[in-house]
């Protein structure tokens, strides 16, 4: 979705839900933490816009990308979540190994949001450079985090 045309970062709070009584999981990759928590806070400050209290923000950090699934399944067995925002970033280099981990965690979130009452969200970035994964956790295309936290506050305020 991040395209010249599009910035991640635009939403009008006024146009969502009240999430004050609402609670989120956010599961941070600690590799290459200078685009993860720039995700992060983008997703901690919208939450923190649209009425999440601070309490109501559990932040639960695993090693990799690889690893959110893992993360986000505690979380969702835990079933005390409104949505959970799994954030990482994956980074092309010179061997498969970027291949295996987009498709494996593309794969486990999919299965999550399958098996468990509570959606978890994709925020995770699968750039061919450093500077693509700036650009999109806070550079001039703005802010994923930003996007996935109004697609989580939209998908825990579903009702059929």
């Known amino acids: 979705m991040a395209t010249a045309a599009v910035n991640l970062s635009d939403f009008n ?10 609670k989120f999981g956010l599961v941070v990759a600690e590799w290459n933490s200078e685009i993860t928590e720039a995700l992060y806070q983008g997703a901690f400050d919208t939450l923190r816009a649209t009425g999440t209290p601070e309490n109501k923000i559990v932040r639960v950090n ?3 990308t690889f690893e ?10 835990e079933n005390d979540f409104d949505a ?28 999550l949001n399958l098996s468990y009452e509570t959606p978890v969200i994709f925020c ?3 750039d061919n450079t ?19 936290a109004v697609a989580a506050i939209k998908m825990a305020s579903i009702s059929v």
């Open 13 to 22: 709070p006024k146009d969502l839900p009240n999430t004050a009584n609402m």
């Open 62 to 64: 695993v090693p990799g």
């Open 68 to 77: 959110l699934v893992f993360g986000s399944k505690l979380l969702c067995e």
């Open 84 to 111: 959970i925002i799994a954030i990482g970033t994956v980074i092309q280099g010179e061997t498969k190994h970027f291949d295996y981990v987009c498709q494996g965690v593309t794969y486990g979130i999919q299965e």
């Open 124 to 126: 995770v970035l699968t």
């Open 130 to 148: 450093m500077e693509q994964s700036r650009a999109r956790s806070g550079g001039v295309h703005g802010n994923k985090g930003v996007e996935c």
